[in-house]
DNA sequence: CTTAGGATCGCCT
DNA sequence: GGCGATCCTAAGC
């Protein structure tokens, strides 16, 4: 088929590392609401700064599971972080996601987040899932159902990589990435 | 602008 | 019982 653009899409399969770069640029939605993806973190089995690393438990179960669906665990007892799994089944391998430029439900990311300078509403892993109105109860969801859309980003974007962010384990793997130029981003990258 | 402390839950040792 | 894949506020410079 000449004259026609191949479609694109994401690839689940993928090992987390180059998961995290194809998100780079990529749109969520949850309900709607949502935007582009510019910060992502890649984390797997053999990384000691993983859920996943010491095998399958309770609460990273869906880690564990296919590909493509969303892993929902609660941080330091307050916020939401928003994975999605990817790679072979059972290999316990996800991208978080650590930032979103606000695109589509400005006013229910508002209204969720309260009061606050756009830049900041989906600046975080903690601050995206509260805006988005993401919690436990989307623990599993597939991300080609009908609640999330993940549509991939028409060009390639400048990513921009660094070490991850607020780990104690594994600080240097340079497994954090950025859209080049992104003032959402949850902290510069140096 | 930078830093320090508190909130608060569930997992794993 | 300790400690996070965090965020917010307040205080200091």
């Not at 899409?9 to 582009?36: C, K, P």
């Not at 969303?70 to 996601?97: F, K, M, P, Q, T």
């Not at 623990?139 to 993940?150: K, M, T």
């Given at each position: 088929?000449?004259?026609?653009?191949?479609?694109?899409?994401?690839?689940?399969?993928?090992?987390?590392?180059?998961?995290?770069?194809?998100?780079i640029g990529?749109?969520?939605?949850?309900?709607?609401?949502?935007g582009r993806i510019v910060e992502?973190?890649?984390?797997?089995?053999?990384?000691?700064?993983?859920?996943?690393?010491?095998?399958?438990?309770?609460?990273?179960?869906?880690?564990?599971?296919?590909?493509?669906?969303?892993?929902?665990?609660?941080?330091?007892?307050?916020?939401?972080?928003?994975?999605?799994?990817?790679?072979?089944?059972?290999?316990?391998?996800?991208?978080?996601?650590r930032a979103i430029e606000p695109l589509?439900?400005l006013?229910?990311?508002?209204?969720?987040?309260?009061?606050m300078r756009d830049e900041l509403l989906c600046a975080g892993?903690?601050r995206l899932?509260?805006?988005?109105?993401?919690?436990?109860?989307?623990?599993?969801?597939?991300?080609?159902?009908?609640?999330?859309?993940?549509?991939?980003?028409?060009?390639?974007p400048g990513?921009l990589?660094?070490?991850?962010?607020?780990?104690?384990?594994?600080?240097?793997?340079?497994?954090?990435?950025g859209l080049m130029g992104s003032p959402f981003l949850s902290k510069p990258f140096?």
């Amino acid at each position: 088929m000449p004259f026609v653009q191949p479609a694109v899409q994401i690839n689940f399969s993928s090992d987390a590392d180059h998961l995290a770069q194809q998100l780079i640029g990529a749109f969520i939605f949850y309900n709607g609401v949502g935007g582009r993806i510019v910060e992502t973190e890649a984390y797997d089995q053999s990384d000691p700064a993983s859920h996943s690393f010491r095998g399958k438990t309770m609460r990273n179960s869906v880690m564990f599971g296919a590909a493509g669906h969303a892993y929902v665990y609660r941080s330091y007892g307050l916020h939401w972080c928003l994975n999605i799994v990817c790679g072979e089944l059972d290999r316990g391998a996800a991208v978080l996601l650590r930032a979103i430029e606000p695109l589509q439900g400005l006013d229910q990311m508002r209204k969720l987040r309260g009061p606050m300078r756009d830049e900041l509403l989906c600046a975080g892993p903690g601050r995206l899932c509260q805006a988005l109105g993401i919690s436990s109860a989307q623990n599993g969801l597939s991300l080609s159902g009908s609640l999330f859309s993940l549509l991939p980003s028409a060009q390639k974007p400048g990513i921009l990589t660094g070490p991850r962010i607020g780990i104690s384990k594994g600080v240097d793997a340079p497994l954090r990435f950025g859209l080049m130029g992104s003032p959402f981003l949850s902290k510069p990258f140096r």
